[in-house]
């Protein structure tokens, strides 16, 4: 039944506009959301995406987000995304980026004051960001999978942070010890 219901709902939304899912409020056919990326059409109607290439990795540049202002979900599998990170919507509150090609979370995408949940299962991160980082709504990250993660972020600005899952985290050595202030773990 949900297999049926998921499929009415993506014929619901795709039938507003045919053959424009640059206007579509999801998307989530990889072709369709590759001719998007790659075409920079993307509009404000775009509320959640997601784009998995399981086998391969695919780049894309961040500026295919930059009109994309209502996203709210971002769901991504083996993408590379190249520019400046400041092109990522304000309104992202789910960010789901499995294996993920950064080392590091770049400054210019800290801009998310809306963000509550972040998983990077996967991922190349050595370290997630660099000092502290205002997150006030960031409740969950999940960062499992991350062999290559040596030290875990500063979460002294990170308080309502009720969940933080490092498993099979190997080359992890430190947890920061802001992690003590976080009451709600």
């Known amino acids: 039944m949900h297999d049926l219901l998921q499929e009415m709902a993506r014929v619901i939304i795709s039938e507003k506009s045919p053959r424009q899912p640059e206007k579509w409020s999801r998307l989530w056919n990889p072709q369709d959301v ?6 920079k059409s993307g509009t404000e109607e775009v509320e959640g995406l997601a784009l998995h290439f399981p086998n391969k990795s695919s780049c ?5 987000f930059a009109r994309m202002n209502k996203l709210r979900l971002l769901d991504l599998e083996n993408v590379e995304l190249n520019g400046e990170y400041e092109h990522l919507p304000k309104e992202l509150i789910w960010l ?3 294996r993920c090609h950064l080392q590091s979370i770049p400054d210019d995408f800290f801009n998310q004051d809306k963000l509550v949940f ?8 050595v370290n997630v960001w660099e000092g502290s980082k205002s997150l006030q709504n960031l409740k969950i990250i999940n960062l499992s999978g991350s062999s290559f993660l040596i030290t875990s972020p500063d979460f002294s600005q990170v308080p309502n942070l ?12 430190e947890i920061h010890p802001s992690i003590e202030n976080c009451m709600r773990i």
Not at 60 to 64: C, D, K, N
């Open 34 to 39: 590759t001719n998007v990326l790659t075409k």
């Open 60 to 64: 894309f540049s961040t500026e295919a």
């Open 96 to 98: 789901r980026w499995h």
């Open 118 to 125: 972040l998983e990077m299962i996967g991922s190349s991160l």
């Open 162 to 173: 009720e969940e933080l899952i490092l498993d099979s985290c190997i080359s992890l050595l």
